[in-house]
């Protein structure tokens, strides 16, 4: 059994956890809807009983700006800058934030965008180079091409809440790995929701934000990318 396990809200009152043979777990202390690591595991007729322990191991609904910061790095990811922005909707003024971040192992790269002053997010995007359209079979896809594919994170919610949605795209992405096709061909989107201009030079400027990241990384990631070329060298 998965010694990591994501709790959901119960059917009836409190927080259950399933195993992959959809058994319920039960925790003997205070848990959300979040991963936690499971010890002193008592196997039961109907349940399994376990201690737990909250780890940062991935994704989940209602994650806070502080606590996927947390789960990036859990995962592997470098930030490569975090933009504050301000929204402001009739009274509402919301403080908040754009993360980029990337693997350098995978190459994948996340863009991800605050809501309501980081209690919630508006956007997760992941980008996946080399990965077709044609074969990112998961429902969080969201658009892509021939060369690459963008899920979005906060689109739904997964069917193996255990294995956790980053994992699962890694998974999927492993065979480019290994192939070496996992190379940016296009251009990604870096505009924040505060912002209203929509025309070509936004656009482009937008792209210039990855300036504030590693030069040496951004080269790597986007050395076949004339339009982020264009960007990082502008």
Known sequence: MNDIVRFVKGKKRGYIGY?????????????????????NIEEKEKVILADTERVPYDYFP???????????????????????????????????????????????????????????FNKIDV???????????????SHGSCAMSIFNLVRHDITDKNIGVIHTIKDTMSDIIKDGKNIYKESISLWNYSEKRHDEEFFNKSRQKIKRADRKDMIELFKQSELMMVALNS
Do not use: Q
């Open 62 to 120: 209602d994650i806070t700006y502080k606590e996927f910061l947390d789960v990036l790095k859990y995962n592997g990811f470098k930030i490569g800058f975090i933009e504050d922005f301000h929204y402001t909707c009739g009274n509402y003024i919301g403080d908040d934030h754009m993360i980029f971040a990337y693997d350098m192992k995978t190459h994948i790269i996340i863009v991800a965008e605050s809501w309501n002053s980081g209690k919630y």
């Open 19 to 39: 195993d992959s043979n959809g058994k319920i777990i039960l925790s003997r202390n205070a848990v959300k809807c979040e991963y936690y690591k499971l010890s």
């Open 127 to 141: 980008y996946c180079p080399g990965l077709g359209f044609l074969n990112a079979k998961n429902k969080l896809f």
